[in-house]
């Protein structure tokens, strides 16, 4: 099993980072140019506790579908997704969210994910999980995470959430 770990800053409030973290569309957005579209479960807005979501994307070249879940949700701090059917032996993404303190009272959120996955295929999965597979999930998470300070940051985040979100 290989873990990764990956915290950004970002200048927004914590209940819309929590929000757009757990957005099908900023999902989508952050993931365009491998093509990537919700075909099943719950297809648009904001996920929620035991919601599911099929994606299809393509990856090394490879049309593929990969069915997750909420399996833990405690607004605005954490949600996990578990993949219930796809690629992967297994996979389980943990998403943690705190507030920080800052120095001129504009609004601080940590970002923190912590991402586990095991590839099929025994010792070759091993081996395809250290040489390519690592590298590539850590870019996927780092662009996801762009994606939503980006948007969280800048007025964008009012196309994705209820305006009674701040």
């Known amino acids: 099993m290989t873990e990764l770990h990956t915290t950004v800053v970002i200048r927004a409030p914590i209940a819309r980072v929590f929000d757009l973290a757990r957005s099908i569309e900023v999902h989508v957005l952050g993931n365009i140019h491998y093509g990537e579209q919700a075909t099943a479960g719950t297809s648009s807005g904001l996920m929620g506790p035991g919601e599911s979501v099929t994606w299809r994307a393509r990856h090394f070249f490879i049309r593929q579908n990969l069915t997750s879940a909420i399996t833990s949700f405690d ?5 996990q997704d578990t993949m219930l059917r796809g690629a992967f032996r297994s996979m389980q993404h943990d998403h943690h969210f705190r507030e920080l303190p800052s120095l001129d009272g504009s609004p601080l959120t940590e970002m923190r994910d912590d991402f586990r996955f095991s590839a099929p295929l025994g010792p070759l ?22 994606v939503i300070q ?17």
């Open 150 to 166: 980006q948007v969280a940051e800048s007025d964008a985040w009012q196309k994705y959430l209820p305006t009674n979100i701040s």
């Open 125 to 146: 999965g091993w081996i395809a999980e250290r040489l390519i597979l690592r590298r590539y999930m850590l870019k996927l998470l780092n662009e996801r995470n762009t």
């Open 75 to 79: 607004p605005p701090c954490y949600f």
